[in-house]
């Protein structure tokens, strides 16, 4: 089976991924890294069968990053069910374990959100 070549812009969004997950989720060392557009997103954010997906919002305009609430980590609470409309300029980073095995850092965001260059990690994960 043949790899995929990444594009330079490919390989710029991966490399920021990368960034993100290094801060974020500093004791992932593994190498699988997403991105993924969706319009949507409903958090599983809880262990359920051996499977869970740690997740935090990332405020691209505001350069913030945004733990999920108490809540929305409690199976037996409605709002950690509920979908929600990803909005413009906000980015969803999970790391997500299935069946007990780690399946990477994935990045989601609105099909119209872009990442540019211009998106600096480094500025994102240096604001107090």
Same mark, same amino acid.
């Given at each position: ?13 991966? !490399?920021? @991924?990368?960034? =993100? ?7 992932? !060392? ?19 069968? /051996? ?22 980590? @409690? ?13 413009? /300029? @906000? /980015?969803? =980073? ?5 069946? /007990? ?6 990045? @989601? ?5 872009? =990442? ?8 994102? =994960?240096?604001?107090?």
């Amino acid at each position: 089976m043949a790899k995929t070549q990444l594009t330079t812009q490919e390989q710029a969004q991966i !490399n920021f @991924v990368k960034d =993100l997950a290094k801060a974020i989720y500093s004791d992932y !060392n593994g190498r699988k890294f997403h991105i993924q557009k969706q319009e949507s997103y409903q958090p599983s954010n809880y262990w359920d069968g /051996g499977s869970r997906t740690y997740s935090v919002a990332i405020d691209f305009r505001g350069q913030r990053v945004l733990m999920p609430t108490h809540e929305s980590t @409690v199976p037996w609470n409605k709002q950690a069910h509920d979908s929600f409309e990803i909005p413009q /300029g @906000v /980015g969803i =980073l999970e790391h997500t374990y299935f069946c /007990g095995k780690d399946m990477g850092i994935t990045l @989601v965001i609105h099909p119209n959100q872009t =990442l540019s260059l211009e998106n600096n990690s480094q500025n994102l =994960l240096d604001k107090p």
